[in-house]
């Protein structure tokens, strides 16, 4: 197994795709996502235009359907919801389809769409796809970090250190054994150093900055702890994502 860490979808290379691709986009994307579906969401649905996030949704019935949508941080007007995991509880999204159309981690998404298998990882259910990946050991996996608007996110290759690390740990494999570029071993140094104040890392990062300003410190504090949803989000049909079982 060859892990490829790529700070951002366009990072990616475009010739060729990888057996796994596991997509992050810790604040808030693949957070909510994970959240939704250990609440009991039917699935995730992803777009990038909201007009066609809008027509698909309509034929499933209102108490079947919840639409999500974030531009910037905030919430997109009209929608049930913006993308805050903390809106996604039980009592809101049980049995419900979220339909859903954010700034980055829909882009990340899209770009490995048509990958063997697609999943996604934050670090809420880290250790669920650490798992998936050390007991099907796929040839080469891409970590595809969402980042935003092109750019690198500390919180997001963060993450992809931290499924690295932990393979690591969990396995009789080397970083060296393991890292197909140079970015894996970067993000796991990344991961090291900050593993113990997420918070913190979450401050320094550009995309926290805004978020505190936005939506205030709880949703950062909850997109910061480590392995407590055991779910793993893995792609259905293109598009949907549903709980691996
Ligand atoms: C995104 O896809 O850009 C995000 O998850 C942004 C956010 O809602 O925090």
């Known amino acids: ?36 579906l250990a609440s009991g969401g039917e699935a995730v649905q992803v777009f990038s235009d909201l007009d066609l996030l809008i027509k698909t949704s309509e034929s499933w019935a209102m108490e079947k ?31 419900r389809r979220l339909f859903i159309s954010t700034t980055n981690g829909t882009r990340a998404l899209q770009r490995v769409q048509q990958a063997e298998t697609l999943i996604t990882a934050a670090f809420v259910n880290r ?25 690198f996110s500390l919180e997001d290759t963060a993450c992809a250190g931290a499924i690295a690390d932990s393979i690591v740990q969990q396995s009789n494999l080397s970083a060296n054994d393991i890292a197909g570029n140079d970015e894996v071993i970067s993000s796991i140094a990344l991961y090291t150093q900050w593993q113990d104040n997420l918070v913190e890392l979450f401050h320094h990062a550009s995309h926290g900055k805004r978020l505190l300003n936005l939506a205030g410190n709880e949703d950062i504090k909850y997109c910061a702890q480590t392995d407590i949803l ?8 293109p598009g949907v994502l549903k709980s691996y079982n």
Not at 11 to 21: F, K, Q, S, V, Y
Not at 127 to 151: C, D, Q
Not at 230 to 237: F, G, M, N, S
């Open 1 to 36: 197994m060859k892990l490829f860490v790529y700070h951002t979808p366009e990072l990616t290379p475009t010739e060729h795709l990888p057996e796994c691709a596991v997509v992050v986009d810790v604040l808030r994307a693949t957070t909510t996502m994970a959240t939704v």
């Open 65 to 95: 359907r919840l639409r999500a949508g974030e531009r910037g941080g905030a919430k997109v007007p009209g929608f049930d919801l913006g993308n805050s995991p903390l809106d996604c509880v039980p009592e809101k999204v049980q049995g």
């Open 127 to 151: 250790n669920t796809v650490v798992k998936y990946l050390l007991e099907h050991r796929p040839e080469n996996v891409w970590i595809v970090a969402s980042g935003w608007e092109g750019s």
């Open 230 to 237: 055991e779910i793993l989000p893995i792609q259905q049909d």
